[in-house]
Antibody
Framework: EVQLVESGGGLIQPGGSLRLSCAASGFSVSNNYMSWVRQAPGKGLGLEWVSIIYSGGSTYYADSVRGRFSISRDNSKNTLYLHMNSLRAEDTAMYFC????????????WGQGTLVTVSS | DIQMTQSPSTLSASVGDRVTITCRASQSVSNWLAWYQQKPGKAPKLLIYMASNLESGVPSRFSGSGSGTEFTLTISSLQPDDSATYYCQQFDSYWTFGQGTKVEIK
């Protein structure tokens, strides 16, 4: 059974750093296209793609996080990571990891999310 | 960047009604489009991929159509369990979501 389980969220002060993890089971993260998608809390706030790592290792970022966030994976642990630096209030969101079986593909599996709150 | 615009933002319909949600792209995305359903406190769930393909396990009352810049998600006979927010997503150039359509049951 395919499963994605995020962890690492919490309350962090502006300017701080945090590392999110997404433990995968039932498939290999190294053979798939793994993304982070976030959703700010509150009514009417939608989904925002954050970053993706391709099976070949290429990485891409949304303009809003480029230079501050870094995506990586540990194939031996079958785990995806999001390293977040210089955090801002506007980074406050639920962070989901999601799988796509191809570069141009829909997300067929999602984790349950981990909440990041940036506040002093 | 490709912008995705959904309409309406909210709709209220009765059980058994036919419901249609529209998603428009700021430029052509061919058929690189998906639809998701999200319920409060849950992760999104894939309903439709490549604009018109039904994901395995999704009820057949859901269907998708369109190509280029205009797409629709149709629920042929609305059920109580369909109360949720629906998002379109393009994956032609990077990945962008629509702002969502909240479907309420009257």
């Amino acid at each position: 059974e395919v499963q994605l389980v995020e962890s690492g969220g919490g309350l962090i002060q502006p300017g701080g750093s945090l590392r999110l993890s997404c433990a995968a089971s039932g498939f290999s993260v190294s053979n798939n296209y793994m993304s982070w998608v976030r959703q700010a809390p509150g009514k009417g706030l939608g989904l925002e793609w954050v970053s993706i790592i391709y099976s070949g290792g290429s990485t891409y970022y949304a303009d809003s996080v480029r230079g501050r966030f870094s995506i990586s994976r540990d194939n031996s642990k079958n785990t995806l990571y999001l390293h977040m630096n210089s955090l801002r209030a506007e980074d406050t969101a639920m962070y989901f990891c999601a799988r796509s079986p191809m570069a141009r593909g829909a997300y067929d599996y999602w984790g349950q999310g981990t909440l990041v709150t940036v506040s002093s | 960047d490709i912008q995705m615009t959904q309409s309406p933002s909210t709709l209220s319909a009765s059980v058994g009604d036919r419901v249609t949600i529209t998603c428009r792209a700021s430029q052509s995305v061919s058929n690189w489009l998906a639809w998701y359903q999200q319920k409060p406190g849950k992760a999104p769930k894939l309903l439709i991929y490549m604009a018109s393909n039904l994901e395995s396990g999704v009820p057949s009352r859901f269907s998708g159509s369109g190509s280029g810049t205009e797409f629709t998600l149709t629920i042929s006979s609305l059920q109580p369990d369909d109360s949720a927010t629906y998002y379109c997503q393009q994956f032609d150039s990077y990945w962008t979501f629509g702002q969502g359509t909240k479907v309420e049951i009257k």
